[in-house]
RNA sequence: GGGGCGGUAGCUCAGCCGGUUAGAGCAGGGGACUCAUAAUCCCUUGGUCGUGGGUUCGAGUCCCACCCGCCCUACCA
């Protein structure tokens, strides 16, 4: 097996509060599936991503609050990795934005852009906030329609009638922070000249056709029909200064968010290379053009990742129409595929923390296994539509499928053999059958590894699942209870067959169940750790404030494929590997839900 | 307005380039077993594949129109 760089890019969650589950199962939970399996399969994977701390949401979100910027964002960005933590993600590297190496890299990547002319200037009318001075976003100024007069129209688009809307065209224009009413002013800022990609950035796409996912393939194709400049600085203070002299020094200008946080995967990947004690290290996962790159999020991030990121890297590159030469990082790789997700609901609504439809990751792990969310992510997940999650399904698929299917073969099988062996039993003579069931379950890791590596974690955990059923199918035909007294070396044969069936499980179920299959691996004699976790690890910029990040050494003897067990290992009557739901907890879910 | 996705058994969903009597899990019905968190295993009821046209020897599977639902729409990170 050849080993392969790969980098898997999940979108950096914004610290503006704390994440639903909504979130994590776009960008996180997936993007942990595919990694896991990656390394599992020999890989060699870096996975990185951070907080996304700067923007306008943040500054209006700390206003609201009375606290600073930055207060907020170390508040959540403490709070959101404490819960990728709660959830297994294994990061190499979780960082965030307002590091001095990301500001740099930043500004690195502007630079580049700036120097092969991919970036222009440009005054345009604005809206500011007189109280403040900063940008109001088109999304922040309500008013009346001028096309349907309806009173509550957003600056971008009326809800009412959807025509899109200038908010300039507002008639009785309002803040939606404090109701002042903006002022429209003359502002000059940074635009990326995205038409100037447009031939390159068709040919990169035309080869991904059959590999992406068909949704994201098709919505990306539309983007690139028609690009227009996008504006890459905005007049607030909270973000990465514009690095051009005249501009670097201005309290008001900064890099508009999204094209900083974008950034992120490369800065984060310069990071933890530095961390590492290699600091080219990096280098083999975004310069090697046989390295793989997977950008992991939900639909709304398409546009960042499949058009504008591209872009920001061809331009880099030196790659776009009016050409260039790379900047001083070199030349960088563009991603090989894009994965979004579609939207998860909450019993039919939209997600909503104002309106307390939601359930926060951290809610969440306190009251289930995290394995039970990990698996109901990856079997019911909005992979390819939109998709709801109910309690009475996520209860169900709890008690149906790890409790009863899964939970149940590890406790049958193992405390039988404890019992009545003591100890993973010898197999005798294989029968035809034996041989069969066995064959099965290691042509499973084929065909579960090659849905993993196409991000179809719904058939992969299917797949996987599979397999369980036919061990129980196995052990209730060949009843070893029956040959206690009679046969006991045939008995043994099949707690043998069995015990194998279960370790095999176990492996093709890790990178969906990585705690409980820690266990099972326990179970079975395991001395070493097997699935891997994240730690989180204060650290600092020589001598700035310390900041948590999650990292972790995933180097564990987790392999995709099948491996013997060893006869004569001592086995102990097990503990239940899930807990079992109640039905009443449905309701007290819905309960709270209602509670608004 | 433009774009995308979906509408397949009571429920949640699979069905790739069109091809034998349309599948799975759950729920429902019947049976077996007792190792196991009453878990497991076997058998079984159940569908005019949103509607109407069309292409084809043959269409959930391609084309057109329509109905319904959801999402995106680029100064929203």
Not at 298 to 311: L, Q
Not at 317 to 325: H, I, L, M, P, R
Not at 413 to 436: W, Y
Not at 498 to 509: G, N
Request: charged residues 25%; hydrophobic residues 35%.
């Amino acid at each position: 097996m050849s080993s392969r760089h790969i980098l898997t890019a999940p979108a950096w969650p914004y610290a503006n509060g704390p994440r639903h589950i909504g979130h994590v199962s776009g960008f996180a939970l997936p993007a942990d599936m595919f990694s896991r399996y990656q390394r599992m399969a020999g890989n060699k994977v870096l996975m990185v991503s951070g907080t996304d701390e700067h923007g306008t949401p943040i500054q209006v979100q700390a206003d609201k609050e009375g606290v600073s910027a930055r207060e907020l964002a170390d508040r959540y960005n403490r709070v959101i990795a404490q819960d990728l933590h709660g959830l297994g993600m294994t990061y190499d590297l979780f960082t965030r934005t307002t590091t001095r190496n990301h500001h740099a890299v930043a500004q690195e990547i502007f630079k580049g852009l700036h120097d092969n002319g991919y970036v222009f200037e440009k005054k345009t009318m604005g809206a500011i906030s007189p109280s403040t001075g900063r940008t109001l976003p088109d999304r922040y100024i309500e008013g009346t329609c001028p096309i349907c007069g309806y009173d509550g129209a957003r600056g971008d688009q009326c809800d009412n009638c959807g025509n899109q809307l200038d908010p300039i065209d507002l008639i009785n224009p309002r803040s939606r922070i404090n109701g002042e009413k903006p002022k429209f002013v003359e502002t000059e800022h940074f635009f990326l000249d995205l038409p100037a990609f447009s031939e390159t950035l068709g040919s990169w796409l035309q080869g991904k056709e059959g590999l992406w996912r068909p949704n994201v393939y098709k919505f990306t194709r539309n983007l690139l029909d028609e690009m227009r400049p996008r504006p890459i600085s905005r007049d607030l203070d909270w973000g990465v200064p514009v690095p051009l002299p005249g501009w670097v020094d201005r309290p008001d200008k900064r890099l508009y968010v999204w094209f900083d946080a974008v950034v992120g995967y490369l800065s984060a990947s310069v990071e933890w290379a530095r961390r590492s004690g290699d600091p080219d290290a990096w280098r083999a996962w975004w310069q090697n053009p046989d390295a793989e790159t997977y950008y992991f999020m939900g639909k709304d991030n398409i546009v960042f990742h499949a058009e504008i990121w591209p872009a920001m890297l061809l331009g880099y590159n030196g790659e776009g129409d009016k050409g260039g030469t790379p900047g001083s990082l070199g030349k960088l790789n563009l991603p090989t595929e894009v994965v979004s997700s579609e939207f998860l609901t909450m019993e039919g609504k939209k997600f909503s923390s104002s309106r307390q439809v939601v359930i926060y990751v951290r809610d969440f792990l306190e009251r289930y296994d995290v394995d039970a969310l990990r698996y109901y992510i990856a079997v019911a997940g909005p992979e390819n539509q939109d998709t709801d999650f109910t309690w009475s399904e996520f209860v169900r698929r709890n008690n149906d499928e790890l409790v009863a299917a899964w939970g149940n073969l590890v406790n049958r099988s193992v405390s039988f053999a404890a019992k009545n062996i003591g100890e993973i039993p010898a197999a005798g003579e294989l029968t035809d059958l034996d041989r069969d069931v066995l064959e099965r379950s290691r042509k499973a890791f084929d065909a579960v590894g090659a849905e993993l590596s196409r991000s179809r974690f719904k058939n992969a955990a299917n797949e996987a699942m599979r397999t369980v059923a036919e061990a129980n199918k196995y052990l209730s035909e060949q009843s070893p209870w029956k040959l206690k007294n009679d046969d006991p070396e045939r008995m043994k044969t099949i707690l043998h067959v069995a015990l194998q069936l279960v370790d095999d499980a176990k492996s093709l179920l890790t990178p969906f169940l990585p705690a409980s299959s820690e266990k099972v691996h326990r179970m079975l004699g395991g001395q070493e750790e097997w699935s891997g976790a994240p730690e989180i690890r204060e650290v600092s910029e020589d001598g700035g404030p310390d900041y948590p990040v999650l990292t972790g050494s995933y180097d564990t003897q987790a392999r995709w494929e099948s491996r013997p067990i060893a006869a004569g290992t001592p086995l102990a009557p097990p503990k239940p590997l899930f807990a079992k739901l109640d039905s009443s907890v449905v309701d007290e879910e819905l309960a709270r839900l209602e509670q608004s």
